[in-house]
């Protein structure tokens, strides 16, 4: 990079040196300032400026601080090392650059002394409904701890190299994840506007031509929206491919969560192409209304087909090193590049399997990639 800063490959957080050809200066050293702290705060590189959505402990003020480190316009950042020192020391921080200073602590004492450990539990409750105002509602199914063997076993008919080694994933904390495909009627109604090619498929079908950062965008706006209503600490974002597979497969071992066969009365895909010799069906060549099609043991419905769903993750090659606590896989890999689940309603039934991955560039848009979004932190 023209300023010699590695930023770990983040795409959220995004400085003019990361697209012309500044020389380095002191607005280069506050953007690095940024970065750093943001990896303190949290243990991740930033996909947003606000790491109060990673970490909902985080006393006030960190916010504020970080966004006016990372923002975009060098002219629009602090303006000296020296400020934001002072900054830090104006919210109680204590400076230290003895050898006892680690992230661990960092993140400790950016935490308010008042935190109180979260009292939500889900006990019998199986879903979570977010409003998002003007009768529009949002609804999550409960995803509980447990442990899932990721990834498809060479003995999986039309697997691809990529979707292993087969390893095991545990989750210590459940999640909620969204029942169906984030719906045009819910995009427009967070976001102000449809941009789907498919809206003759009705307000209740996938919005789709989001973008990777449009699909974490919204869920951005879908927290500051509806906070009060998520569980003490939780927040929102994209699922991890972990995540995703685990909701998909709920407890199954085979291809798809119905089994080992697919064809188009089971999910929206092109039925010309079939799965596991179950007979060839409709290609209907558009979207259509999330849940048409029976859900899996979770309650999950359309994780085969419809739309291609973005994840949180950086794409991999495999699965070496990844992961092994259902974490999104932030690290290596290739930044520009985000993970997508699930097939769609162009592809063949292969490719809706349950281990079935792909990419894309994170800036691209187009009809068969849509998402659906988590609540995860504050949760037992």
């Known amino acids: 990079?023209?300023?010699?800063?590695?930023?770990?490959?983040?795409?959220?957080?995004?400085?003019?040196?990361?697209?012309?050809?500044?020389?380095?200066?002191?607005?280069?050293?506050?953007y690095a300032l940024g970065l750093i702290a943001f990896k303190l705060l949290t243990g991740r590189d930033p996909g947003t400026r606000s790491p109060s959505r990673i970490d909902g402990t985080l006393a006030p003020g960190w916010d504020d601080l970080v966004a006016d480190a990372l923002e975009a316009a060098r002219g629009a950042r602090l303006e000296s090392a020296a400020m934001f020192a002072?900054?830090?020391?104006?919210?109680?921080?204590?400076?230290?650059?003895?050898?006892?200073?680690?992230?661990?602590?960092?993140?400790?004492?950016?935490?308010?002394?008042?935190?109180?450990e979260p009292a939500f539990?889900?006990?019998?409750?199986s879903s979570l409904t977010l409003d998002l105002g003007g009768g529009v509602e949002l609804e999550l199914a409960w995803l509980p701890p447990g442990s899932f063997e990721m990834g498809s076993p060479d003995s999986e008919e039309e697997r691809a190299s990529f979707e292993g080694p087969v390893h095991r994933v545990t989750f210590e904390h459940g999640f909620w994840m969204g029942r169906h495909a984030v719906t045009q009627r819910q995009y427009e109604r967070v976001v102000g506007k449809n941009p789907s090619h498919f809206k003759?498929?009705?307000?209740?079908?996938?919005?789709?031509?989001?973008?990777?950062?449009?699909?974490?965008?919204?869920?951005?706006?879908v927290e500051?929206?509806?906070?009060?209503?998520?569980?003490?600490?939780?927040?929102?974002?994209?699922?991890?491919?972990?995540?995703?597979?685990?909701?998909?497969?709920?407890g199954t071992t085979t291809p798809f969560h119905y089994g080992s066969r697919l064809d188009s009365r089971m999910a929206n895909f092109n039925?010309?192409?079939?799965?596991?010799?179950?007979?060839?069906?409709?290609?209907?060549?558009?979207?259509?209304?999330?849940?048409s099609f029976e859900p899996n043991a979770r309650g999950l419905y359309d994780m085969h087909g419809n739309v291609w769903e973005w994840c949180e993750d950086f794409w991999h090659a495999d699965y070496t090193g990844a992961p092994a606590d259902g974490a999104p896989w932030t690290s290596g890999g290739d930044s520009a590049r985000r993970v997508l689940r699930g097939g769609?309603?162009?592809?063949?039934?292969?490719?809706c399997r349950s281990a079935s991955r792909d990419w894309h560039g994170a800036a691209y848009r187009y009809n068969i990639r849509g998402f659906r979004m988590v609540v995860v932190g504050g949760m037992r």
């Not at 959220?12 to 500044?22: I, Q, Y």
């Not at 050898?99 to 400790?108: E, T």
């Not at 307000?203 to 869920?219: G, I, L």
Request: net charge negative; with cysteine.
């Open 344 to 351: 769609s309603w162009s592809f063949d039934a292969r490719y």
């Open 271 to 291: 039925g010309d192409y079939p799965y596991g010799n179950a007979p060839t069906g409709v290609f209907r060549q558009t979207t259509v209304q999330v849940g």
């Open 1 to 30: 990079m023209p300023d010699g800063i590695d930023r770990g490959g983040t795409t959220g957080a995004e400085g003019e040196e990361e697209r012309t050809s500044f020389e380095p200066d002191a607005k280069s050293d506050i």
């Open 224 to 250: 500051q929206t509806c906070g009060q209503q998520l569980p003490p600490g939780g927040y929102v974002r994209l699922p991890s491919e972990a995540e995703w597979e685990y909701a998909c497969r709920a």
């Open 121 to 125: 539990t889900t006990g019998e409750q």
């Open 200 to 221: 003759k498929a009705g307000p209740d079908a996938p919005v789709e031509q989001v973008s990777w950062h449009e699909a974490s965008e919204f869920c951005g706006k």
């Open 86 to 116: 002072e900054r830090l020391e104006n919210m109680g921080v204590e400076l230290s650059t003895g050898a006892g200073a680690s992230a661990s602590g960092a993140r400790a004492s950016a935490r308010s002394s008042a935190v109180v």
